[in-house]
T-cell receptor
Framework: SQTIHQWPATLVQPVGSPLSLECTVE??????LYWYRQAAGRGLQLLFY??????ISSEVPQNLSASRPQDRQFILSSKKLLLSDSGFYLC????????????FGPGTRLTVL | GDSVTQMEGPVTLSEEAFLTINCTYT??????LFWYVQYPGEGLQLLLK?????DKGSNKGFEATYRKETTSFHLEKGSVQVSDSAVYFC???????????FGTGTKLQVIP
């Protein structure tokens, strides 16, 4: 069966520090991968998605970036965090067939102070 | 483009009350429709789905019917429990690069 991992689970970082969040998927190949952010009390904001290794599409311009160095690995990064980067970050995967649901990881709670 | 509109929350109900969370959508073609649930501090879990008109998705006592004529996918449960307290997201996938469009979520609070 497929599983999706995210780490760390929680993170507290000072403003201006770098960020690296990792997401890995097991039990499937060539998944579509997604990064979402959920600000407190708000809905999901799609940040990036990837349909293959090295292929990244950005949905919202910001100081975050994403990379996909391996088929089942998706990394969210920042060189300098802002206060507004605080939130709950969710990684998700979807099979490469049409009309499939997305499966979500447990999330990373990021607090920027 | 695709969009999903959900009723604003929070929705507060007493245990064993009837639940309806409204969801309407706009999309090109014939999308698949989903309801996800998010318990506090966790990721989203798929609750139910429907892939074509008049399909009824159901799971854990929750139901939703894909109504193409009214472009709706309302979530219902006959008798809610305290453990159903969570945020519920309506979503659609109209194909292409498989980007799922989510509603803003509706928080449900069930009180004993």
């Amino acid at each position: 069966s497929q599983t999706i991992h995210q780490w760390p689970a929680t993170l507290v970082q000072p403003v201006g520090s770098p960020l690296s969040l990792e997401c890995t998927v097991e039990g499937t190949s060539n998944p579509n991968l997604y990064w979402y952010r959920q600000a407190a009390g708000r809905g999901l904001q799609l940040l990036f998605y990837s349909v293959g290794i090295g292929q990244i599409s950005s949905e919202v311009p910001q100081n975050l970036s994403a990379s996909r160095p391996q088929d089942r690995q998706f990394i969210l990064s920042s060189k300098k965090l802002l206060l507004s980067d605080s939130g709950f970050y969710l990684c998700a995967w979807q099979g490469d067939s049409s009309y499939n649901e997305q499966f979500f990881g447990p999330g990373t709670r990021l607090t920027v102070l | 483009g695709d969009s999903v509109t959900q009723m604003e929350g929070p929705v507060t109900l007493s245990e064993e009350a009837f639940l309806t969370i409204n969801c309407t959508y706009t999309a090109t073609g014939y999308p698949s429709l989903f309801w996800y649930v998010q318990y506090p501090g966790e990721g989203l879990q798929l609750l139910l789905k429907a892939t074509k008109a008049d399909d009824k998705g159901s799971n854990k006592g929750f139901e939703a019917t894909y109504r193409k004529e009214t472009t709706s996918f309302h979530l219902e449960k006959g008798s809610v429990q305290v453990s159903d307290s969570a945020v519920y997201f309506c979503a659609l996938d109209s194909g292409g690069y498989q980007k799922v469009t989510f509603g803003t979520g509706t928080k449900l609070q069930v009180i004993p």
